[in-house]
C-alpha cells in the first residue's frame, strides 16, 4: 500500500498534478536528506568495520523498498522548488561518482584500497569494482558518470571539455567492468544518442567519443566480448535470471500482493521465485509488493522514457539526462540497483521528470 | 636405607608404567614414516581429476523405497497432518525423486592442491552429481595438518572452462572456518580424501587408544575404532540410531561394531594402498603409482561405497511400534569415485599464510556447528579461538543479538513513517493543486 501510495505521488508529480508548498518542501528534503547522507555514511563505513554489517544489512532491508522514490522525490522538489539544495546535491552527488569511479579504475590498475568478501573474476580476468560491492553496480554508477558527461560535453562553457574527458572515462569504466547489464544499457543509450545527432550536431563529438572508446577498450582488452558471446553458452549468471524469471508469473498469481517474508517456511523450495532471485528491478517490486507497484512503475518509467525522447527530439542538451535514463532504465532489467546506487539512480530519475516541459516550446539549444 | 629402596620402587614403578603406555614399536615406525610423508607432501603441488559415479539403484529396492513412503504419506493423511494437495505434492515429489535415482549420475571435477610446507591450498570446481546448486561453483580453501578447514567464498565459474577453474581463484582470500571433515573440495569423506590426496597423516584423526597396528612383512595394517562418518566422529559402535526404529536398514545392521583399516606400504615411503570403512562400505583401492623422486603417489585411486537395502518385507505394527518383516538384506555398490593424478611438481610460488588470511579479517567460524548454524563472527587475531573460547563468544554475542533485535523491532514499527509522510503531504499539494485550479476556473 505504501509503496503504490508513493508511485502514485511519482505520477502525480510528474503530471504536473502536484504543486509543492516551499515550507513543506524543505521540511521533507532536511529530512530526505539526513537519511541519505546516514546511509551513504554507513555503506562507506561497514566496508572498514564489518562488525556494524548486521545493523546495516537491517537498514537496508527497512528502507530498500523506497529509498530510489525518495530520492526521485527530493531531486524533483529540488528542481523545482529549490535551486541551492539541488546545487548541494549535485556537488555531493558529484563528489561520490567521481571517487567511485577513481576507486574502479584504480582496482582494473590491480589497487583495491580494501578487499570486499566477493571477488568477481572472467577467465581470470578481475571485474573491477572499487569501493562498491560488485561490477554491476559500478557499471550503473559509471551509466550516470556517462550522462553527467554527456550534459557538460553539450554546452558551450568550460564544462565541454571535462564533459568529453567524464564521457570517455565513464565509457572506459562501463567497458572494464564487462557488465553486460551496463553494456546494453549504454548500448541502446547510444543508438538514441545517434539518432538525437541526426537534428542536433553537437552531440556527435561526446556520442563519437563514446563509440571511440569502446572500440579502443575493445581492442585492448577483447576479453570483454567473450563473456558477451558466452551469455549464449551456458552462462550461469544468464540461467540463473532465466529460471528466476520463469517463475514470477506462477509466484505473482499466487501473492498478487507480494511474497510475504515467511514464505520458505510455507512453500516447498524451487516452485516460486522469491524475492531476490529475479535479479530484475522491475520484477524484483513486483515480488516484493505486488503487481499494483508493478504496474504504476511501468507507467513511470514509460512518461520517463517518453520524456527522454522528447528532451533529445528538441535538441535539448537536457537529453543527456534523457540518454542517461534510457542505459539506467535498461540496465537494471537484468539487475537491481544496490541501496547506495538507489540514490543516485533515483535522484537522476526525479530530475529528468523535473524538467519543464513546454508543448509549444521551439527546437532550441539550451545554454545553461 | 629404608628411604632409598623406596625411592628405587618408585623409580622402577615409573618407569615401568611409562613402558607399558608407551606405543608399540609398530605403531611409532608407522608414525614416523607417516609424519615424513606429510611433511614432503607438504612441499607438493598435485592436480587431480575427481570423477564421481552414482550407479542407479535396482527397481526393486526403489519400488520398496516407493511402498514406504506412500505408506508413511498416506498415514500422515490419515491423522490430518497433511491435506489433500500437501500429500499429492510429497508423493509427487518422492516419485520425482525416485526417478532420477534410475538413471547414473556422473559428476567430474579438477582440484589442484599446493602444499605450502605448513599448510595445504586446495583450489577447484565443486564436485557434484546431477542437478545440484553447487555445480557451478568454484572455491578455494586452506587446510591445516590435522586441523581445520578455512574456505572461501564460492564463486560462480563458467562452464566450459571448468578445467582450468583452479587458477581463477589466486587471489580469494578464505574467511570461513570449518570443522575438519566439513570441506567442499574433498570428495566422498572428506577426512579420507585428505589422508589420499594431501598425504595427510591419518594418524591425526585417530586417537592412539583406539588405534592398533600389525606389521606384515613390509606392509602395516592399521585399525581403529575411531573414525568420521558423514561427517562427525564416531567411536567404537556403528551408530545407528535408535530415534529411527521404523527404518528397516537400520533395525538390521544394528550393534555392529566400528572398525576400519588402512594398509600402508613402507617400500613406497609409507603410502596407503587400500582402505576399508566401516563394516566394509567403502573400500579403497590404489590401482595405479606414479614416481616423483623418492616419493610415492596414487596416480589412481577407486573409492567404492557400498549400500545395504532392505528388499521385499512388508511393515508391521505390533504395540505402537512400527516394524519390517520378512525383508532380505541386499548390499550394492551405489558410487564410485575415481581419482586420477594428472600432474605433480614441487610447489614453485610461496604463499604466506598471512596473505590468505591476513590479521584482522573477519571471520565467520562453524566449528560448533555447521548444522545447527551455531556460527561466530570474530575478527581474526593471528590465531583461532579454541572450541571454549569460540562456545564462549558465541553466547556473547547470541545477548547482543538478542539487544540488538529488540532495538530493530522498535525501528521496523517506525520505518514506514517516511513513505506515509511522503503520501501524506504528497496529498495534501495535489489537493491545494485542485482547488487552485477549480478557483482560477470558476467562472464567479
Known amino acids: ?368 | 636405607m629404608r628411604l632409598w629402596i623406596v625411592i628405587i620402587s618408585i623409580t622402577l614403578s615409573v618407569q615401568l608404567l611409562a613402558q607399558g603406555s608407551a606405543p608399540p614399536a609398530e605403531l611409532k615406525a608407522l608414525q614416523q614414516g607417516l609424519t615424513q610423508r606429510e611433511r614432503d607432501w607438504l612441499q607438493l603441488t598435485t592436480r587431480w581429476r575427481v570423477r564421481i559415479e552414482v550407479l542407479p539403484k535396482p527397481q526393486e529396492v526403489i519400488e520398496a523405497e516407493l511402498k514406504a513412503i506412500e505408506q508413511d504419506v498416506k498415514r500422515r493423511f490419515q491423522r490430518g497432518e497433511l491435506n489433500q494437495q500437501q500429500m499429492e505434492q510429497v508423493l509427487q515429489h518422492a516419485r520425482k525423486g525416485m526417478f532420477t535415482q534410475r538413471k547414473k549420475e556422473v559428476g567430474e571435477s579438477i582440484l589442484k592442491v599446493e602444499g605450502q610446507g605448513d599448510y595445504w591450498i586446495a583450489s577447484g570446481q565443486i564436485c557434484t552429481v546431477g542437478n545440484a546448486e553447487n555445480k557451478a561453483l568454484v572455491i578455494k580453501e586452506v587446510l591445516l595438518p590435522g586441523s581445520y578447514v578455512i574456505s572461501s567464498l564460492k564463486q560462480p565459474i563458467e562452464t566450459q572452462h571448468a578445467s582450468k577453474a583452479p587458477d581463477w581463484l589466486d587471489s580469494t582470500r578464505v574467511q570461513f572456518v570449518m570443522p575438519e571433515a566439513r570441506t567442499f573440495l574433498m570428495p566422498r569423506n572428506p577426512i579420507l580424501t585428505r589422508v589420499l590426496l594431501l598425504g595427510e597423516n591419518p594418524l591425526h584423526w585417530m586417537p592412539s587408544e583406539f588405534v592398533s597396528v600389525q606389521k606384515q612383512g613390509a606392509a602395516y595394517i592399521l585399525h581403529s575404532r575411531y573414525w568420521y562418518h558423514n561427517p562427525e566422529r564416531v567411536k567404537e559402535q556403528w551408530p545407528v540410531g535408535r530415534e529411527v526404529p521404523n527404518d528397516p536398514t537400520q533395525q538390521l545392521i544394528a550393534n555392529m561394531g566400528l572398525k576400519v583399516t588402512f594398509y600402508v606400504d613402507s617400500t613406497r615411503q609409507f603410502a596407503i594402498t587400500r582402505f576399508e570403512g566401516i563394516q566394509g562400505d567403502e573400500v579403497v583401492e590404489v590401482n595405479r603409482w606414479y614416481r616423483f623422486g623418492s616419493l610415492w603417489l596414487p596416480a589412481k585411486i577407486v573409492i567404492q561405497e557400498f549400500e545395504t537395502d532392505v528388499v521385499g518385507g512388508e511393515e508391521v505394527i505390533r504395540d505402537g511400534i512400527r516394524y519390517w518383516q520378512g525383508g532380505r538384506i541386499a548390499r550394492r555398490l551405489a558410487t564410485r569415485t575415481t581419482i586420477e593424478l594428472l600432474s605433480v611438481d614441487w610447489t614453485r610460488r610461496s604463499i604466506a599464510f598471512k596473505d590468505m588470511l591476513p590479521a584482522d579479517q573477519s571471520l565467520v567460524d562453524y566449528r560448533l556447528g555447521v548444522d545447527t548454524h551455531r556460527t561466530v563472527t570474530y575478527r581474526y587475531s593471528g590465531r583461532f579461538p579454541s572450541l571454549k573460547e569460540l562456545s564462549e563468544l558465541y553466547q556473547q554475542q547470541q545477548r547482543q543479538l538478542a539487544s540488538t533485535q529488540a532495538g530493530n523491532g522498535w525501528a521496523t514499527k517506525w520505518v514506514w513513517l517516511v513513505p506515509a509522510l511522503l503520501i501524506t503531504v504528497g496529498l495534501l499539494w495535489f489537493l491545494r493543486t485542485q482547488r487552485h485550479f477549480i478557483k482560477r476556473n470558476d467562472p464567479r
Open chain 1, 1 to 368: 500500500m505504501l509503496i503504490s501510495g508513493m508511485l502514485l505521488i511519482l505520477i502525480l508529480m510528474h503530471r504536473g498534478k502536484i504543486s509543492p508548498a516551499f515550507v513543506d518542501a524543505q521540511i521533507i528534503l532536511l529530512i530526505l536528506n539526513l537519511v541519505f547522507i546516514a546511509i551513504i555514511i554507513l555503506y562507506f563505513v561497514s566496508r572498514v568495520e564489518h562488525s556494524i554489517l548486521p545493523q546495516f544489512a537491517w537498514l537496508v532491508e527497512a528502507v530498500y523498498g523506497w529509498l530510489w522514490i525518495a530520492a526521485f522525490v527530493s531531486v524533483w522538489l529540488g528542481t523545482r522548488i529549490n535551486r541551492r539544495w539541488l546545487r548541494i546535491a549535485q556537488g555531493t552527488i558529484g563528489l561520490l561518482l567521481l571517487t567511485v569511479l577513481i576507486t574502479v579504475l584504480l582496482h582494473a590498475a590491480g589497487y583495491l584500497p580494501y578487499p570486499w568478501v566477493q571477488v568477481y573474476t572472467f577467465r581470470g580476468y578481475h571485474r573491477p569494482h572499487g569501493l562498491l560491492t560488485s561490477p554491476l553496480e559500478a557499471g550503473l554508477m559509471a551509466l550516470i558518470g556517462w550522462a553527467w558527461g554527456l550534459y557538460w560535453a553539450l554546452q558551450s562553457d568550460f564544462r565541454r571539455f571535462a564533459g568529453l574527458f567524464l564521457t570517455g572515462f565513464s565509457t572506459a569504466i562501463v567497458y572494464l567492468t564487462l557488465s553486460r547489464s551496463a553494456w546494453f544499457g549504454l548500448g541502446l543509450a547510444v543508438i538514441g544518442g545517434l539518432l538525437f545527432a541526426l537534428h542536433q550536431k553537437r552531440f556527435w563529438l561526446p556520442i563519437g567519443l563514446t563509440i571511440g572508446i569502446f572500440i579502443v577498450c575493445s581492442i585492448e582488452l577483447p576479453i570483454g566480448w567473450q563473456r558477451s558471446i558466452y551469455a549464449a553458452q551456458g552462462d550461469p549468471s544468464v540461467l540463473t535470471r532465466l529460471t528466476g524469471w520463469q517463475g514470477v508469473a506462477t509466484t505473482l498469481l499466487r501473492y498478487p500482493f507480494g511474497v510475504p517474508d515467511q514464505l520458505s517456511a510455507i512453500e516447498p523450495p524451487g516452485t516460486l521465485t522469491l524475492p531476490g532471485a529475479a535479479l530484475n528491478f522491475y520484477l524484483e517490486i513486483a515480488l516484493a509488493f505486488g503487481i499494483v507497484p508493478l504496474l504504476l512503475t511501468g507507467i513511470i518509467f514509460s512518461m520517463l522514457l517518453a520524456r527522454a525522447w522528447w528532451l533529445g527530439s528538441r535538441g535539448l542538451p537536457e537529453a543527456a539526462w534523457g540518454l542517461g535514463t534510457i542505459a539506467t532504465a535498461v540496465a537494471v532489467l537484468f539487475t537491481y540497483p544496490s541501496v547506495l546506487v538507489s540514490i543516485p539512480l533515483g535522484g537522476l530519475w526525479g530530475m529528468v521528470s523535473a524538467m519543464e516541459v513546454k508543448p509549444d516550446a521551439p527546437p532550441r539549444l539550451y545554454h545553461d
